[in-house]
Structure formats: C-alpha cells, structure tokens
C-alpha cells in the first residue's frame, strides 16, 4: 500500500488516501477542519469509488503519517467498537443487510452501529447475482475482527434471498 495526501476542494480541505498499486483506495480520510473529519469507516462510509487521480500538489506520505491522522481520526468511535467486540464474539452466527460493496469485500449492517466485511468471491461463488444489492440478507459467521476499519470480519456466509428485515 502506499499512502497519498491531496488538496481538497474547499481552503484547508485535505484528502488522506490508502491505495493499492491500482490507485484503489482502501482507507480514506477527509479533514475540512480541525472539527471536521470523516472517514472511509462509520458512520460516514466516504470512500472514492474510482481509481485516484494524482494532481500535481499531491503528496507522497509514508504509512506512519498517515496511521497517526487514522487513529485520529477514528477514536471517537473506539467506545462503540469495544462495545461491540464484546457483544460480538468469535464463532457467533449473525445476520444483516448489505449495504455496500469495498474493496475489501461485503461491507453488511448488522446495528445501527456494528458493521461487517465479508468476502466478495466467497459470497458471489453462493449467491444468486440478483440477491448482490444493497438490502439484502446476509448470515455469517464471525471469523475475526478488523482493528483498521471496526468491522466484524465474517465466514462462512450465505443469503436467504430476502430483504433484511431486521
């Protein structure tokens, strides 16, 4: 991964990325003020859907740079995070709604304040194409967690066919 800062739009706008080596972002953070800052986690889920295009301010930062602006940046929901770990454990079975799909995978709701990820290819090699929407149910199992993002990382998932209710 390699780690770009860029100039916003607006006076003092900047955009923090974390990109693959096909200018993917995987992480985002953008900071409009000392007050505002929103995330590629929850609950602003703001994460640039296309290739980044490099403008000629654009920065190169190293991978520390960014971390610290991260970690930053998503401690005001560290307490909610924690909460959920706890309420969540490893092998239990739950169910949600898709909400989006990241390059990281599935991204499901499973609260109004508990996320997931689940595998693409795993998910789609199951599930019938017309069932891939946001809104749709999805069971899974918790395999792990994901400390970068405060999503639940799940396995071994399938879909009812159904829109969540839940």
Request: glycine share 6%.
């Amino acid at each position: 991964m390699r780690y770009v800062k860029a100039q916003g739009v607006e006076e003092g706008e900047f955009y923090y990325f974390e990109i693959d080596a096909d200018r993917i972002a995987y992480r985002q953070i953008v900071v409009m003020d000392e007050q505002q800052v929103m995330t590629s986690i929850a609950p602003h889920f703001h994460l640039n859907e296309k290739a980044i295009d490099f403008l000629i301010d654009d920065e190169w930062i190293d991978k520390n740079e960014f971390e610290v602006l991260w970690n930053k940046a998503i401690e005001p929901y560290r307490k909610e995070w924690n909460q959920a770990k706890q309420q969540y454990g490893p092998g239990r079975r739950v169910k949600g709604a898709i909400v989006m799909f990241y390059p990281q995978g599935i991204i499901i709701k499973i609260s109004d304040t508990v996320f997931a990820v689940a595998n693409d290819e795993e998910v789609r090699s199951q599930a019938k194409a017309e069932n891939l929407y946001p809104g749709y149910e999805i069971h899974g199992t918790i395999r792990a967690y994901d400390e970068d993002n405060f999503w639940l990382v799940l396995k071994d998932c399938n879909m009812t066919g159904e829109k969540f209710s839940g």
